[in-house]
């Protein structure tokens, strides 16, 4: 069998995954990324550790594969995008830490920017707003505190262009590129311009020769070096997708109109917005969803974003330890009816969309004596619920007009889930067999490339495991309302920190 892979290099692991030319998988490994939390607020990982799992992942994957007898054509490649990497590429070193997505220490730069002004033109030139999340200002940071003067070739990028650039020979050749989908997430990208803007690489200080070179998301960028996997050597490397635009491909939601959540370590929800830059609309960003290059125009996506979904169930097992294995909250949540009267919000890095609103924290409150683990697993699960309906109802208050969700991420395994997501925002959900959605549309944007399957053959090969009719549930809006009360306190009480972090910035 001609079989396509994806390497994922994720949050919280990278994977290696294979899939036939419709989509079904037929191998897959991975290996967990660990994470550090070196002050509150902050989030990092070892870049070389990233590298050393996509070369682990390979070849465990290809070892099954080969036994099996199947012929690996392309390779494409996904990732947690705004996730942020200092490298020397004359020797490959990391100079410091990578900055996760999820970090938090630019928060008063991000003020800053608001109070200036600056945030109405960083929202009209990226569709992005100004938020301690995206890349610009982290990579402002690692400029200021890093000792990247050390490197002979600096370069700063997302960790698409770090995993594509090593498997292609890294410091002795390599292909040091991004795509539209993970430049757009950087506020550097003119989303007009479709390129890096000096203006605003400008504002930031950040030296246009650190960045990669922007490519279409689908096509050839170079072949995987024999030092990279000697198995692999001159497998075309044909396809780059930021994590959560490679689950809308993979998703198959190549229309205008289609729309797709993914809960994972957060959860995030796209709708295809089609080749015409949309309106701004309030809650939400303006993102590339994808470049097909020769085979295609660009097309745009309107994101909402919430960075703590499947991170809070980590939580309850990891620090809590009410839970033994992720797998055991959806029963668990299950087995009472509510969260008798708890409300959890899971602000543990700020709140994302519709809110925006870096100095929230995370929140557990409404606790009686009667409370149990079951309750508070329910309070979790239904916190997620109630974010994709927020995130929902601001996309139908900015116009866009939903007919079905398609859900993917670990998270979705439950049906509690699905079933709030499709009861709070009254729309069918729809769960396809494999919720691998983000590493089968990076392999299947590398076949777009080498294979030549067509958009129309992808929608075709899409299929639903199961599906999830809204109810009327009274009870469910009630608690969604005092959710959303929840909410505005949290937010309150972020409100001084969020002051006396501005104070305190130097001048």
């Not at 944007?445 to 992808?458: D, K, N, S």
């Not at 299929?463 to 009719?469: K, N, P, R, T, Y």
Request: charged share 20%; net charge negative; glycine share 10%.
């Amino acid at each position: 069998m001609r079989v396509l892979l994806a390497v994922d290099a994720g949050t919280t692991s990278v994977r290696a995954l294979a899939i036939d030319t419709r989509g079904r998988v037929v191998g897959v490994a991975h290996r967990a990324l660990a994470q550090s939390y070196p002050q509150p607020g902050w989030v990092e990982h070892d870049a070389a550790e990233i590298l050393a799992l996509v070369d682990e992942s390979l070849v465990e994957l290809v070892a099954s594969l080969d036994a099996a007898g199947h012929d690996v054509v392309a390779i494409g490649i996904t990732n947690q995008r705004e996730t942020t990497v200092a490298i020397d590429r004359s020797d490959g070193r990391p100079m410091a830490p990578a900055i996760v997505w999820q970090d938090r220490r630019t928060a008063s730069a991000c003020a800053a920017l608001h109070a200036s002004g600056d945030d109405v033109v960083l929202r009209s030139r990226t569709g992005l707003t100004v938020d301690p999340y995206f890349s610009a200002t982290k990579m402002q940071w690692l400029l200021e505190h890093a000792p990247l003067d050390r490197a002979r070739e600096l370069g700063l990028c997302t960790v698409d262009t770090l995993v594509a650039w090593h498997l292609t020979g890294g410091p002795d050749g390599g292909a040091y590129v991004t795509d539209p989908s993970n430049a757009s997430r950087t506020m550097l990208y003119d989303l007009d311009d479709a390129t890096w803007s000096k203006a605003l690489c400008e504002l930031f200080s950040v030296p246009a020769s650190a960045l990669a070179t922007i490519v279409p998301s689908c096509g050839v960028i170079g072949t995987v070096a024999a030092t990279v996997s000697p198995r692999l050597a001159g497998v075309p490397v044909a396809g780059i997708l930021g994590d959560q635009q490679a689950a809308l491909f993979g998703q198959r939601c190549t229309s205008e109109g289609m729309v797709k959540a993914t809960f994972g370590t957060g959860a995030f929800l796209l709708v295809n917005a089609g080749s015409a830059r949309p309106p701004s609309v309030d809650g939400l960003v303006t993102t590339v969803a994808w470049d097909l290059g020769a085979l295609g125009a660009r097309s745009f996506a309107l994101e909402a974003s919430a960075f703590v979904a499947g991170a809070a169930i980590q939580w309850l097992r990891d620090e809590l330890g009410l839970i033994e294995s992720a797998e055991q909250v959806g029963g668990l949540a299950a087995s009472v009816d509510d969260a008798n009267g708890a409300t959890f919000v899971p602000a543990f890095a700020g709140l994302g969309s519709p809110w925006w609103d870096p100095s929230a924290r995370g929140t557990l409150m409404g606790l009686s004596r009667g409370v149990t683990r079951a309750h508070v697993a329910r309070a979790v699960v239904d916190s997620l619920g109630y974010l994709g309906r927020a995130m929902l109802d601001a996309m139908r208050a900015g116009g866009v007009e939903l007919t079905e969700l398609r859900v993917d991420g670990g998270a979705v395994a439950m049906d509690l889930l699905c079933q709030l997501l499709a009861d709070g925002a009254a729309l069918r959900v729809r769960r396809p067999a494999s919720v691998e959605a983000t590493a089968i549309g990076a392999a299947l944007l590398a076949g777009v490339a080498t294979e030549g399957l067509t958009l129309r053959e992808l929608e075709d090969s899409w299929a639903a495991e199961a599906s999830f009719d809204p109810q009327e549930n009274l009870a469910a809006d009630a608690a969604y309302a005092a959710w959303l009360d929840a909410v505005s306190r949290v937010r309150a009480l972020g409100e001084p920190l969020a002051a006396s972090a501005v104070a305190a910035r130097p001048r």
